[in-house]
């Protein structure tokens, strides 16, 4: 097993996430198996207490992991699934060495950082690498570590002593590490200045950790005569010494990599040239390239509670992204704070109040994505009246779904009383009820989560056409209330479908309104298993539904379907150039995503 660790220096928030999952993608197209670990440093055991304004989004495994949303990253640019183990946590290392103490395993030793913290970190990360995550049998060739936080942490301080010693155990040849820095430009001089990577670098050696590549991010390409003083300071070959300027996507980060041969240096180091082949990146190239070329937008409005950290909702995002580069639009999100849209704030806040009305009414389609507590909800229930009512598109994930169904019970059933028991425990009509297997005092890994799957009721609905046309699915959830099964006979009589359940029946995971363009919400996350080349199917019907593409859409799953009972279908493949513009290139015989004229087809 070969070791690639990222850690970051000078200050936080530089890209170390993106730039792991960039060396990860360059990897892995050179021919290699590639796993990932994310290390963060906090005590807590894992994502799942943590507020999104703290955090960022909980990124959700299969597997029922509540982790950093880094690791959706390494998902989404790997396209792997990821375990628990995958993201190590201070918590889970201080636990797993107490509960050995308790045990007795120690066998009456006094418990200390160095060794037993230490040499738990090493194991951990030895057990978590050779896990198998790309489908395939045994373990991966690289593995790429990243270091949350930034040099000079007191709480990382175990995990740096537990990586020098790990370096040494592994050995030259196996152990590759790659740090992350800043060189900032200065307005007053217009000059890049070294001084911080200098002395980032200086602590990083301090502490046992020689760099062999540096990582430098700045907002231009760093000067020859730059890099050469970094290499003289730092030890680091000019060869080895990578710019990270910025760029009009991510997805230019690995092609940035691939450009200043990034793939050499940690190849070289690694003694892999000789099974390794050169990185190919075409399919990767030309999604970078046409997300640059699209100029026609499609708005939809994110009505959230977390809407002032945009990180709160990154897979949202990125599912949106996937969705509108397959039906070749430029998405733009309109960020629509749930409260505002709340009689109250009229009151309050008048401007504000029409601000987000604004927004709501000038999008192309409607969103209202998950969350917790009562907050905004009032807010959220009228986003979906406005979208139901005027036939806008909409997706509800989670509490999205619920929301739906709590207005569905309040304007089509008159319960004007309908609520969750989450917001009123007294309601008399109580749409959305706590699950009975979970439990009510303990929060942390207590929901229903990671994978599980539903069931299609009805194969006549946009959802099961979407998915293709597929008898059941499995998707990630992440919630302790559901529909209130008691109501869902009242419900579907006045023309709400059920068009997914699980394995039971009991519980609603797909609501539709058939009258309706694109109206769907769903209990489950279909943002966590969305990729570059495969938007999730849900996403994908709410971007083409803003954009009159949704008939299209539909049609191609059907080919799809075709596809999967015949073997194969000819489908046609153009290339669209840097302009925008579609030339027929080819066709071909296979279930691999290519551009059409309508978008992309699997």
């Keep these: 097993m070969k070791y690639v660790l990222v850690t970051g220096g000078v200050v936080s928030g530089l890209g170390k996430g993106v730039t792991a999952s960039s060396i990860g993608l360059l990897l892995k197209a050179c021919g290699l198996r590639v796993t990932s670990i994310k290390i963060d440093p906090y005590l807590n055991t894992d994502a799942g207490t943590m507020s999104p304004f703290e955090h960022g989004e909980v990124f959700v495994l299969d597997d029922g992991g509540e982790v950093d949303l880094d690791l959706g990253n390494y998902e989404r640019f790997l396209d792997i699934k990821l375990t628990r183990d995958n993201n190590i946590t201070t918590g889970k290392i201080y636990q797993s060495v107490i509960d050995k103490e308790r045990k007795g395993d120690y066998l009456g030793k006094t418990v200390q950082v160095v060794p037993h913290i230490t040499d738990a970190i090493q194991e951990w990360i030895e057990r978590a690498a050779l896990i198998p995550v790309d489908g395939k049998d045994g373990p991966a060739d690289v593995c790429v570590i990243e270091l949350g936080g930034t040099i000079g942490d007191i709480e990382s301080m175990p995990f740096i002593e537990a990586l020098g010693q790990f370096s040494y155990r592994v050995g030259s040849g196996n152990f590759c590490l790659i740090h992350v820095s800043l060189v900032p430009v200065l307005k007053v001089v217009g000059e890049q200045k070294t001084k911080p990577t200098q002395h980032s670098v200086r602590g990083l050696r301090s502490l046992g950790l020689t760099p062999h590549v540096l990582a430098c991010r700045s907002t231009t390409v760093l000067d020859e005569n730059v890099k050469r003083k970094l290499s003289q300071f730092c030890h680091v070959p000019v060869d080895s010494i990578i710019t990270l300027y910025d760029v009009t996507n991510i997805w230019h980060i690995p092609l940035l990599l691939k450009d200043q041969k990034a793939h050499e240096a940690i190849l070289k180091v690694l003694n892999l040239h000789s099974i390794a082949g050169g990185p190919a990146l075409e399919e990767w190239t030309a999604r970078a390239e046409i997300c ?279 489908v046609s493949m153009t290339k669209v150039s840097r302009n925008g513009n579609m030339k027929m290139t080819a066709n071909r015989l296979s279930n691999d995503v290519y551009f059409n004229d309508n978008g992309l087809y699997y």
Excluded at 494 to 500: E, M, R, V
Excluded at 509 to 519: G, K, M, S
Aim: net charge positive.
């Design 292 to 570: 640059d070329s699209l100029h026609e937008p499609v708005r939809i409005a994110m009505v959230g509670k977390y809407t002032g950290l945009s990180d709160s909702y990154l897979s949202v995002l990125k599912a949106l992204k996937h969705a509108s580069l397959r039906c070749l639009k430029k998405l733009i999100v309109d960020w629509v704070p749930a409260g505002d849209l709340e009689d109250v704030t009229a009151q309050e806040n008048p401007a504000a109040h029409k601000a987000a009305w604004k927004l709501l009414k000038g999008a192309d389609g409607i969103l209202v994505p998950g969350g917790f507590g009562d907050r905004g909800v009032e807010g959220k229930i009228l986003a979906a009246k406005y979208a139901r009512e005027n036939k806008v598109p909409f997706l509800g994930i989670c509490l999205g779904m619920q929301i739906a169904v709590i207005e569905f019970a309040r304007s089509v059933l008159n319960l004007k009383d309908a609520n969750s028991t989450e917001f009123d425990t007294s309601t008399k009509n109580p749409c959305v009820i706590f699950m009975p297997e979970v439990s009510k005092t303990h929060m942390g890994g207590t929901m229903r989560l990671g994978s599980r799957r539903t069931y299609f009721q009805v194969m006549d609905c946009k959802s099961a056409k979407l998915y293709g046309n597929k008898s059941f699915i499995d998707e990630r959830h992440r919630h302790r209330y559901e529909v209130n099964p008691d109501m869902v006979s009242r419900l579907e009589k006045d023309g709400l479908s059920f068009t997914g359940k699980d394995e039971t029946g009991q519980r609603m995971e797909i609501v539709e309104l058939a009258c309706h363009p694109y109206f769907i919400g769903v209990q489950f996350h279909p943002e966590f298993k969305s990729r570059p080349g495969k938007p999730s199917a849900l996403f994908l019907g709410l971007i083409a539904a803003s954009c009159g593409q949704l008939s299209s859409i539909l049609r191609s799953s059907e080919n799809q379907k075709k596809t999967m009972n015949n073997g194969g279908i000819e």
